[in-house]
């Protein structure tokens, strides 16, 4: 079978797995937000916690108990890689240095999985399994949970009330990802993925020397940092290790799991407005994108633009070839439209255009689909953006989803829409002017050493966690300028969303008629992923030119 059509069978084979799994995942997780009762193990949890499950919270209570369970998070994962020395399960591993602490809890919590360091050499057992993985549940339900407060603004009326923080939290771990997780972390281990506690073996190399095989709890990270769009590796390779990413069944089923949520929870959303047609739209949009961020990833890598390239074949530097050029490009446009990070294949050795298209495909807010919850309520922001425009046109009062777009909601949407940018231009310029973040940079002062920047600080506040490889991000200057973005992109979004969802939740809905614009149709759907690339080109088209088009060009 020729490279082509392999490539095409695995992308329809991921179609149909997702289209299966559609209606049953999107309608089990609506009825998991709307049920009136708790499970035994719930009602224990929210006993510990002091929760009073009936309570419903405002917009802001609901937004500070999301903080402050991040905060004590942060503390407890800062915490736990410093005294790392003293705990068992340390591999003999030291406490991690404080500055590189600080950045991993940051982008652990934020659902970033930014990793500035190599994990089988800094980070032993029991930080990974109890620190790192249990974050990775957490972070992603963090997300789902905002996700479901912003479809209750769009559903309620003439309240303030947008359900329960604690409940949507603890539901979204023991109800969706934990069983998934169990389930197909059994699938993984069954594939051939690392499941066990060892510390390393020492083996023969074909020419008498030896080497230590590190082992540990692979397969159960592996599963919830693809199914929570967390992204974060076991191993330094990522999903380009052998124990973390077998084979090619392997690497299918990774990206059906890092895509799953977020395809799935579109159907959720519009069984909990009461429309599905709404939830079909939305997929529509991002279905639109990532197809067409898949195929421009794959025509440049196949391509292979380039002397070098052209000269040995393929552009298969810095790619598994147990994967090749088509499921690396799959891989790369899934995960960066998902803000997953996982990577099975080196983006830094991409084609020029094709590294431009992973970074691109991040700036868009990574909304197609996006990560876990935050995927639809960045899809959702821009929605009500594009009502809103369409209004302008028309000369008439925008609505959506029966609620009207005024001032104050436009105002909390334009603050969404600018905050990652911000964070992204102003943390590259920084970097860019001064020395000591430049002499990080392999290639400096070419379009490539800008593109390494800029590609991080993208990452980092789109809280993706992929990178190019030539920036050593390990620095008293990266660990806090990334990790203050990750933090800041993560956190300042999800209040905005909040605030916007309480703003919604308070309205009477306005009726129907034959003024209102159809947000369920074709031409909606193509105004949307418009009004998705414009903004985001108008916004980041300034900074390409200087990285990832000059060097292609």
Not at 402 to 429: C, D, F, N, Q
Request: proline content about 4%; overall charge neutral; aromatic content about 10%.
């Amino acid at each position: 079978m020729s490279d082509t059509a392999a490539g095409l069978l695995q992308v329809g084979l991921l179609v149909l797995l997702l289209a299966a799994a559609y209606r049953p995942l999107g309608g089990y997780m609506a009825r998991v937000f709307s049920a009136d009762q708790d499970s035994r193990v719930e009602r224990a949890t929210y006993k510990i916690l002091g929760v009073d499950a009936k309570a419903d919270q405002t917009w802001a209570v609901y937004a500070r108990s999301l903080l402050a369970f991040s905060a004590v998070s942060l503390i407890f994962l800062y915490g736990l890689q410093r005294l790392q020395g003293h705990l068992p399960f340390s591999n003999g591993l030291p406490g991690v240095e404080q500055g590189l602490s600080f950045n991993t809890a940051a982008s652990f919590v934020a659902n970033t999985n930014w990793q500035s360091y190599s994990p089988e050499v800094t980070m032993g057992h029991l930080v990974q399994f109890a620190g790192l993985a249990v974050q990775n549940f957490v972070s992603a339900a963090v997300g789902i949970s905002v996700a479901v407060a912003l479809m209750r603004g769009f559903a309620r009326s003439r309240t303030d009330r947008l359900g329960n923080f604690w409940v949507d939290l603890i539901r979204t771990v023991l109800r969706i990802l934990l069983p998934i997780a169990v389930v197909g972390g059994l699938l993984l281990v069954a594939m051939g993925v690392v499941q066990n506690l060892s510390s390393g073996h020492e083996v023969a190399g074909v020419v008498g020397q030896t080497q230590t095989i590190p082992g540990g709890p692979v397969a159960s990270q592996e599963v919830i940092k693809e199914l929570g769009t967390n992204g974060g590796g076991f191993y330094n390779a990522n999903s380009a290790h052998p124990f973390e990413n077998p084979n090619g069944l392997s690497n299918l089923f990774e990206i059906f799991l890092l895509l799953l949520i977020p395809v799935c929870i579109t159907r959720t959303f519009g069984l909990l407005v009461k429309d599905k047609r709404q939830g079909y739209a939305i997929l529509g949009v991002m279905g639109t994108l990532w197809a067409a961020f898949t195929f421009a990833a794959t025509v440049f890598e196949v391509r292979g633009a380039g002397t070098a390239t052209h000269a040995a074949g393929a552009a298969m530097e810095g790619k598994e070839t147990r994967f090749g050029e088509w499921a690396s490009a799959l891989f790369a446009s899934s995960t960066t439209g998902t803000s997953t990070g996982a990577v099975n294949s080196a983006h830094d050795s991409f084609t020029a255009l094709g590294g431009g298209t992973a970074l691109f495909h991040m700036m868009l807010g990574e909304v197609s689909p996006g990560g876990t919850g935050t995927g639809l309520y960045g899809m959702l922001v821009l929605a009500v953006l594009a009502v809103f425009v369409a209004g302008l046109m028309v000369g008439r009062t925008p609505e959506y989803l029966r609620k009207k777009i005024s001032a104050r909601e436009m105002k909390l949407v334009s603050l969404y829409i600018l905050a990652t940018p911000s964070l992204v231009l102003a943390g590259t310029a920084i970097a860019m002017g001064l020395q000591s973040a430049r002499a990080s940079i392999f290639n400096t002062d070419s379009p490539h050493g800008f593109s390494e920047v800029l590609y991080a600080f993208t990452s980092a506040a789109n809280n993706n966690g992929s990178a190019f490889g030539g920036l050593s991000a390990n620095t008293p200057f990266y660990n806090t300028a990334l990790g203050l973005a990750m933090l800041l992109g993560r956190f300042v979004p999800i209040v905005l969303v909040l605030a916007l969802a309480g703003s919604f939740a308070q309205q009477q809905p306005v009726p129907v008629n034959e003024g209102t614009l159809p947000t369920h149709k074709a031409l909606f759907v193509t105004m949307l992923v418009g009004v998705v690339l414009i903004v985001t080109g108008l916004t980041y088209f300034p900074a390409l030119t200087l990285g990832p088009l000059a060097e292609g060009l």
